[in-house]
């Protein structure tokens, strides 16, 4: 009989193996993608990232042999409580070996936790918030992920599901092939369409000013809450948060891939593709320093895809097309870089207008991230989780 420990973190040695689990889980997986460790570490510190400010969160370790075999944290995010008048609370970085006894005690030490704080149903996976990894891979494992997007081998579907987890929601990744770029008919139909739309709505295009950040991000926050006020799952984003993303994001920020629309000055819309430089945190590790950093720098420039990770458009300009108008320009611009495909996510699977127009470009659905639902069930024996299990 193994002993199982499920640890509450509560220093900062066992947050380090806390964010160490995947390492294990993940040895002889070639698709996955190990994390930036700086970044994960700076997403996760309470006083730098500014989520926590309204937020609860606690994470605990699955051990045994002294070896670290699983993972979770459990969140509160109030924000979105008093958004939607729920009392709801989430599960996150979740990890585990193919055990399901493991995987059970985790979720209850992360249910246990949540029912103390008075929630009543629980959502995942999330980590932290939708505006980060979210969501189960449930469909698509023949390829890694690209960029913050999740990835887990397919086992983790049947540990949710014996913990009475159901889905909520999909959210949708699209492919689009380099071969569309080579579609004269595809091609052409945008380009009559992009000049068409400029002239019909004097609509103007511009690339991202390096010289105005703070500026230009501000104006995609308020561009962001506007069009996703009725998309599934949408809180809004407070400016020092969206700020702290952003930052994050500034080292792969390719201006003419940042693409705003403008109708006398306001901005109407807008487009964001980043590279996929998921392609080199495979060869570094997750280790920026001493030597990944040289790595980094050489093969940021070699990456083959882009993520476009937001498209937007303000409400009384959709469903006049301009979602084409930046695929098409995204297009033209990821060709000029010798990138030769792009990923479309996430998309909400309510977003039947955003959907259609993939599939007139003829891109392809590939992956399928679930986010699961449950009923947090009245608390176990609690003393259990904070000391240890025989199983």
Request: charged share 30%.
């Amino acid at each position: 009989m193994k002993e199982i420990k499920i640890i509450p973190v509560k220093d900062k040695l066992q947050m380090e193996q806390f964010i160490k689990v995947p390492w294990t889980i993940y040895k002889n997986d070639p698709h996955w993608v190990p994390p930036l460790l700086f970044d994960f570490r700076r997403q996760l510190d309470e006083r730098k990232n500014p989520f926590f400010k309204d937020a609860s969160v606690r994470y605990w370790i699955a051990v045994t042999d002294e070896k670290c075999i699983g993972r979770i944290a459990a969140i509160v995010n109030h924000q979105h409580n008093r958004h939607y008048g729920e009392k709801t609370g989430f599960v996150g970085y979740f990890e585990s070996i193919n055990d399901a006894e493991v995987s059970r005690l985790l979720f209850e030490a992360a249910e246990n936790w949540l029912s103390r704080e008075g929630m009543l149903e629980v959502r995942g996976p999330v980590n932290l918030s939708m505006n980060n990894e979210c969501g189960l891979l449930v469909e698509g494992f023949e390829m890694s992920p690209i960029i913050q997007m999740n990835y887990n081998p397919p086992y983790y579907i049947d540990l949710f599901a014996r913990q009475g987890y159901n889905k909520e929601h999909d959210l949708l990744a699209f492919y689009v092939k380099d071969d569309i770029i080579r579609n004269k008919e595809i091609m052409s139909r945008l380009e009559r369409f992009t000049n068409l739309l400029a002239g019909r709505e004097k609509i103007s295009f511009r690339c991202f000013n390096k010289n105005d950040f703070e500026g230009d991000v501000e104006r995609i926050r308020l561009l962001f809450n506007n069009y996703m006020s009725d998309n599934w799952g949408y809180v809004p984003i407070e400016k020092e948060e969206f700020a702290f993303m952003a930052a994050s994001l500034k080292p792969l920020l390719i201006r003419e891939l940042a693409i705003f629309a403008e109708v006398n000055g306001e901005t109407v819309g807008f487009s964001l593709a980043i590279p996929d430089v998921n392609e080199v945190f495979k060869k570094i590790n997750g280790k920026l320093f001493p030597k990944g950093i040289f790595q980094f720098l050489y093969y940021r420039k070699k990456t083959r895809d882009i993520r476009v990770i937001l498209m937007g458009i303000n409400k009384p300009y959709r469903r006049k097309g301009l979602e084409a108008v930046f695929y098409y320009r995204t297009i033209v611009e990821a060709v000029k870089r010798n990138f030769k495909g792009a990923e479309l996510s996430w998309i909400s699977e309510s977003n039947q207008p955003m959907i259609r127009e993939l599939i007139n470009m003829e891109a392809q659905l590939y992956k399928r991230y679930r986010i699961y639902k449950n009923e947090i069930r009245k608390p176990q024996n609690i003393s259990a989780y904070e000391t240890q299990i025989s199983a």
